[in-house]
């Protein structure tokens, strides 16, 4: 690979240390987890329940998660909160909106590969109109002219496929992640057309750590208070970590089912139900 730490962001699923997968209600409330309330479980949430304890190599996570947690609590969240202090909402936003942006490419390819078809070009014309008339992606022009669509991933790609996750996984700086989301990740860089062009070879690979920097911070950002929230209510953080990002990517899957099930994909896109973090 060309320049490595580069698939942490250009795959769209950078993570903070200590942040992945952490989502809120509405009204800011970190979603339940095992570790913090009582559960009545379905069968359909057995399920799960079985999937989230898939942690064979619980031992070393451990030892990561600790190492990654370090991390954050001395460069990252500070960075973070920095980030908020400085820079006004209105750009912060338009800053969230360029990165998601420069992540078309592989969302494009991905609803390509789950065989949606419509919702790929839908995308492509999104990245066109909020590249050019949008400044770079910063104002989100396509969504207010009416194009809506739905990130997505190669990790997603091969959930609809019908892979399983395999073991849990916490790797190093990136945090929460499964087998399949690390080799999603894998895929996500070579499909991104971004790396080919900032990279050694051209002598440029600062623009890509720029923008690496530039989208974790934002991310951290974006759930200051929800981890705050979860560290207070939690009694293992590392398990409620795991809990919760099994539970992001049910969800994620379960808003790509609903949206292939609707009539109407902008009624249900342009409804956020959560703040989600690497959509």
């Known amino acids: 690979m060309k320049n490595l730490p580069l698939v942490l962001f250009l795959s769209g699923m950078i993570v903070p240390a200590s942040a992945e997968a952490v989502k809120t209600t509405p009204q800011g409330k970190v979603m339940q987890t095992a570790n913090t309330a009582d559960t ?18 619980e031992p070393l996570n451990r030892t990561v998660y600790f190492v990654n947690s370090v991390l954050d609590a001395f460069i990252l969240k500070p960075a973070a909160i920095a980030y908020r202090l400085i820079l006004p909402e209105e750009i912060r936003n338009g800053v969230g909106n360029a990165l998601r942006n420069l992540a078309a490419p592989i969302t494009t390819l991905n609803h390509l590969l789950q065989g949606q078809g419509s919702r790929a070009g839908v995308t492509l014309v999104r990245f066109g109109l909020n590249s050019t008339v949008g400044v770079l992606g910063l104002v989100d022009v396509a969504k207010e002219m009416g194009f809506h669509t739905l990130e997505t991933n190669f990790n997603e790609t091969m959930a609809v496929w019908g892979v399983n996750t395999g073991p849990y996984l916490v790797l190093p700086i ?22 080919y062009f900032v990279n050694k070879d051209h002598h440029n690979q600062g623009i890509g750590y720029a923008i690496l920097g530039t989208e974790v911070v934002h991310q951290r950002n974006l759930v ?19 809990s919760v990002h099994f539970q992001k990517q049910t969800y994620q899957l379960t808003k790509l089912q609903e949206a292939d099930e609707s009539k109407s994909d902008n009624e249900l896109l342009d409804a956020p139900k959560e703040l989600e973090i690497f959509g």
């Open 40 to 57: 009545s479980y379905t069968e359909e949430e057995d399920q799960d329940f079985d999937e989230e304890t898939n942690d064979p190599l």
């Open 174 to 195: 990136i945090g929460p992640s499964t087998f399949r989301g690390t080799l999603g990740l894998g895929v996500d860089y070579f499909t991104q057309p971004l790396n």
């Open 224 to 242: 200051l208070e929800a981890i705050d929230d979860l560290e207070a209510t939690s009694l293992d953080m590392y398990a409620s970590l795991r």
